[in-house]
């Protein structure tokens, strides 16, 4: 079985985000494990869009230099060549340039003129809808063609060779409810799917589910600008937009829908109408989005007709135990990934950097296992494959980091939720006087144990425990593989629970 | 019982049991098999009032101890060596250090004793019986110490390599 998720909007993008973070730590279900990615923004300069793509770029990177077995990265994620699509072009960067407004007949323009003011028609749209969805629902339905345009024509192909081949495919789209391209896009992308789907000879193989997303942040109104989203809309927005999908019931368009949000909508750091500026940490409610897609990818069949509901038990905290976790591997394999993600960037990485700088291998056993053998090159180890998984590790704890950071926007001992990060990343301030996380320069190592909460460090083994493990493994390395190797038997190894 | 303390015994336990293996075999083969060098090849003329034969007992006396002493200096390495890297300090060439230490303490501790205890000679006997003290040290210490080291200092020893490779 192949997965197919599509982001639409910036929304979409960080639930997109969402689900690499949750690929790598090897929650996507089945044996052959492959997941295609795309994004749908008009505005591809989008800071979280770009963030995203960034990440699934280190990701892709990382995996092609596989060989063998993975243990590390073990599902296939893919992207078309372009992985970002645009319904609008250069020349058609407005609503009026979109639907050849000067060549309409003269009661067609009347008409279109009763629909759309006149900053709606002329307001640049290379940074999005700007929360106005009646703009993106044109825009959408007009460039959207799964027969002539790439990468829609990939997709489609792949999806019919599948089914073809007698296997199934799930595709699940992200999209904000509240705002401008995934409000207008969800819909309207669902509906043509599920069309082209309908005609094929086996469509029932193809199974389409949509994970809306709810407000759960709010911004500052940005000043100097006619055509914007604002933050007060979003309620109303949603609230219209639930009813209409109620009354034209556009989610049955789907065969498994599910509503994430939050009622603490805390604002986000940046405000932005779009472009690089607009980009937003990542928030819990993202990480529960990406957890219904890997819970729609786990369901043997469609699930129209059944409505399920959960909630977080406390509504000013967040535990493992609120989060969607049907096969009970989400903590367990978050932990691993957290513990490897670690491990990697506080010790192994610097000491294989330090043993290429100064030598003497000898102070790390598993590097003369893995790496002093004839015909393994380190340097070029640690400027590929090493490079890749260390700038992996990166993104992912400082998204760990961000969810954790999310749930209350602040760092209390007292009021940790599902993981203790203070150990690898802190907060600071930006030049606006606002407090964001980063990664910390040095770790503190003896924090290792006791990362995911709530603390476990009886049994969890401590960094000695797994060099020691690690110096004890005997790799049975072919050619090429020896960095592979090594971290697939590093990854392996921290997901060893005494 | 923790980890750390189970796999302690475990390598450490394991490296003591070669250790023994290594040391009964200088004491039985090789302290005697440099006893009958002395005795056919080599006879060693002691000075005046110390006889031939007990030079050889104080020789083999001596050389049961040291044997002893490098044993004990072994696993010593093991121990330390184990306990080493549990502080963190990865990055430290302290672990190689660490064996010289231990290696050079049992070849020096040789070196001396076999200084202070030997009955004086005529000739290089007592040059050649610390040769011999040197080398069943060295030869307890070593092999073992290159085999059988704590996984995580298991290359510190000087020439310790993986055996697969």
């Keep these: 079985m192949s997965f197919y998720a599509i982001g639409i909007g910036g929304t979409g993008a960080k639930c997109l985000e969402s689900l690499i973070h949750l690929a790598a730590a090897g929650l996507i279900p089945g044996h052959d494990k492959k997941l295609y990615l795309l994004f749908v923004d008009p505005d591809g300069s989008n800071g979280s869009l770009a963030r995203a793509g960034k990440l699934l770029e280190t990701y892709t990177s990382a995996q092609a230099k596989q060989f063998g077995g993975a243990d590390f990265l073990d599902t296939k994620v893919r992207s078309a060549k372009d992985r970002v699509w645009s319904p609008l072009s250069q020349q ?19 008409l279109f003129d009763v629909l759309y003011s006149k900053e709606e028609k002329e307001t640049s749209l290379d940074k999005g809808f700007r929360g106005h969805p009646s703009i993106g629902a044109t825009v959408m339905a007009a460039a959207f063609d799964l027969e002539a345009s790439e990468p829609w024509q990939q997709i489609k192909n792949n999806i019919e060779l599948e089914i073809n081949n007698g296997r199934k495919a799930k595709i699940m789209l992200f999209g904000s409810i509240f705002g401008g391209t995934g409000a207008s896009g969800f819909p309207t992308i669902a509906r043509l799917l599920r069309n082209w789907i309908g005609m094929l000879p086996d469509g029932s193989a193809c ?22 989203a604002e933050a007060k809309d979003f309620l109303l927005n949603t609230q219209a937009a639930l009813q209409y999908y109620y009354q034209k019931e556009e989610i049955k368009e789907l065969d498994c829908t599910y509503l994430v949000g939050s009622d603490d909508s805390r604002q ?138 999310s749930v209350n926007g602040k760092i209390d001992d007292q009021i940790l939720n599902l993981i203790d990060f203070t150990s690898f990343a802190e907060e600071r301030e ?66 060893v629970v005494d | 019982m923790s980890y750390a303390i189970k796999s302690f015994l475990k390598q450490t336990g394991a490296f003591a049991l070669v250790t023994i293996f290594f040391t009964l075999l200088t004491l039985y083969g090789l ?91 005529q000739d290089s006997g007592n040059i050649l019986a610390m040769g011999f003290y040197l080398l069943n040290a060295i030869i307890i210490y070593w092999p073992v110490s290159i085999l059988f080291s704590p996984a995580s200092v298991k290359y510190a020893p000087y020439f310790a390599r993986p055996v697969s490779v």
């Design chain 1, 92 to 110: 058609n960067n407005n609503l009026g340039n979109f639907v050849n407004y000067g060549t309409l007949e003269t009661d067609l323009q009347h």
């Design chain 1, 207 to 228: 199974l389409i589910g949509g994970t809306l997303m709810l407000p759960y942040f709010s911004f500052e109104t940005v000043g100097g600008e006619e055509l914007k």
């Design chain 1, 268 to 405: 986000v750091r940046q405000t932005a109408i779009g472009g690089q500026e607009q980009e937003n940490e990542p928030h819990w409610v993202e990480m529960v989005a990406g957890l219904a897609a890997v819970d729609f990818f786990a369901q043997e069949h469609s699930a129209r007709g059944d409505y399920f509901l959960i909630a977080r038990e406390s509504p000013d905290r967040l535990s493992w135990t609120d989060l969607p976790d049907e096969h009970g591997k989400v903590k367990t394999n978050i932990l691993q990934l957290t513990r490897f993600a670690f491990a990697f960037l506080s010790t192994y990485m610097p000491m294989l950097e330090d043993i290429l700088a100064n030598g003497r291998g000898y102070r790390a056993p598993w590097y003369i296992d893995y790496f002093a053998r004839p015909g393994v090159d380190l340097r070029s180890s640690l400027q590929e494959e090493l490079r890749y998984t260390q700038t992996y590790c990166r993104d992912f704890v400082l998204w760990l980091a961000n969810v954790e950071y």
């Design chain 1, 430 to 495: 930006d030049k606006n006087g606002k407090r964001f996380i980063a990664l910390r320069k040095q770790f503190s190592l003896d924090a290792f144990q006791n990362i995911i909460l709530p603390n476990m460090k009886s049994d969890v083994a401590g960094l000695e425990v797994l060099w020691e493990r690690m110096c004890s493994s005997k790799p049975k390395i072919q050619s090429n593989s020896s960095a592979w190797a090594f971290i697939n038997q590093l990854y392996r190894l921290c997901g």
């Design chain 2, 31 to 121: 302290i005697t098999l440099e006893s009958l060098i002395f005795e056919d090849y080599f006879s060693v003329v002691p000075k005046a009032g110390t006889t031939q034969q007990e030079w050889l007992e104080n020789f083999n006396f001596v050389g049961v101890v040291l044997a002893l002493v490098a044993a004990l200096c072994a696993v010593g390495w093991a121990i330390t060596g184990y306990w080493f890297y549990r502080i963190k300090r990865w990055k430290s060439t302290g672990g190689r250090f660490l064996w010289l230490l231990w290696f050079f303490g049992a070849a020096l501790f040789s070196f001396f004793t076999a200084m202070l205890s030997a009955f004086e000679v």
